[in-house]
């Protein structure tokens, strides 16, 4: 897919979800179950939880973004299709024939991207940006990571492959001119950069969530 172009799109929406969610970033990768995963300590159950619980909110990015399609606010993002939500049902059925349970957490993530989906879907450029560009970018250490770590192979990280869409590179770049563009057409930029501070807490609080159940007696 060919890069859309960002001419005279200002200001910029995704530098400012950057700058302005940094330090939850950088939080995020320092807590819970995201931080045993950065530092080679994760577990198969363990990651498997983390996508039993990430399933629910990518499903609703993706029913929103189609929801609204035909919106020319979203329509730069809807056109990439960059759906994960079957690759991590494919992965967690690879993983394990376990029926793991889905979290109050992983609940009220799905829940708030249901409500930024509401009105103009506006929102969702936040809940874009932080999970597909994440999973374009920060996603392929995580990946490697896992591989190493856990041994995982193609058929449990089909999350991270992309390549039945188009080259990384030219995707990465294509999908932030996208969020760009979609940013720029918004009417209330500040809403998205406030909602992608709410997202990076909702991965905070499961990340957490995902450690203690882990660690915890079972239910």
């Not at 967690?92 to 829940?111: H, K």
């Not at 930024?116 to 450029?125: F, H, K, P, Q, T």
């Not at 760009?180 to 057409?185: D, R």
């Amino acid at each position: 897919m060919t890069a859309v172009s960002a001419e005279s799109v200002a200001p910029s929406v995704v530098t400012a979800l950057y700058v302005q969610t940094r330090a939850l970033h950088l939080e995020a990768e320092r807590t819970g179950f995201i931080a045993d995963m950065l530092r080679g300590a994760a577990s198969r159950n363990g990651y498997a939880l983390l996508l039993r619980n990430l399933l629910p909110a990518y499903h609703q990015i993706e029913d929103g973004l189609e929801r609204h399609r035909d919106d020319p606010m979203l329509r730069p993002l809807a056109r990439y299709r960059l759906a994960r939500a079957p690759a991590i049902a494919a992965d967690l059925a690879a993983l394990t024939d376990d029926e793991l349970p889905l979290l109050p957490e992983g609940e009220a993530y799905a829940q708030t991207i249901a409500r930024a989906a509401e009105g103009d879907g506006s929102r969702l450029i936040a809940h874009a940006y932080t999970r597909y560009l994440g999973d374009l970018n920060g996603g392929q250490i995580v990946k490697r990571l896992l591989q190493k770590s856990l041994g995982l192979g193609p058929r449990e990280l089909a999350h991270y492959d992309f390549s039945a869409i188009g080259e990384l590179a030219a995707l990465k770049t294509g999908y932030r001119q996208a969020l760009e563009l979609a940013g720029a057409a918004a009417a209330d930029p500040e809403a998205i950069i406030a909602e992608g501070a709410v997202a990076f807490e909702c991965n905070i609080a499961l990340s957490i969530a995902v450690q203690r159940r882990l660690s915890g007696p079972p239910a």
